[in-house]
Nanobody, 120 residues
Framework: QVQLVESGGGLVQPGGSLRLSCAAS????????MAWYRQAPGSQREPVAV???????YYADSVRGRFTISTDNAKNTAYLQMNNLKPEDTAVYFC??????????????WGQGTQVTVSS
């Protein structure tokens, strides 16, 4: 059973920064995709940043230039550095990983979500 544990959310003023972390634990052979999604109240969950382990990073237009996704493949950990935060960035942020387990087929796993609130 693979678990994704997120940390780093909180309350920050507009223009501030936060760094989210997501660590995967369990029987993992490799990770092919690490990503961050977010869901604001009354809205659908949307991708924020996606990193493909074979190369290629996607950012939503609304965060490009302000957010940076990075990964530590040896630790199966993803990070999301968020700078110049805006009130519209307020949401629950979810980590997602596409995993190849040591046994069985590949599958996607989600973290529990961490609240990010941008407010003065």
């Amino acid at each position: 059973q693979v678990q994704l544990v997120e940390s780093g959310g909180g309350l920050v003023q507009p223009g501030g920064s936060l760094r989210l972390s997501c660590a995967a634990s369990g029987s993992i052979l490799s990770v092919t995709i690490m990503a961050w999604y977010r869901q604001a109240p009354g809205s659908q969950r949307e991708p924020v940043a996606v990193s493909h382990m074979r190369g290629g990073i996607y950012y939503a237009d609304s965060v490009r230039g302000r957010f940076t996704i990075s990964t530590d493949n040896a630790k199966n950990t993803a990070y999301l550095q968020m700078n110049n935060l805006k009130p519209e960035d307020t949401a629950v942020y979810f980590c997602y990983m596409s995993l190849i387990p040591r046994q069985g087929p590949s599958y996607g796993a989600w973290g529990q979500g961490t609240q990010v609130t941008v407010s003065s």
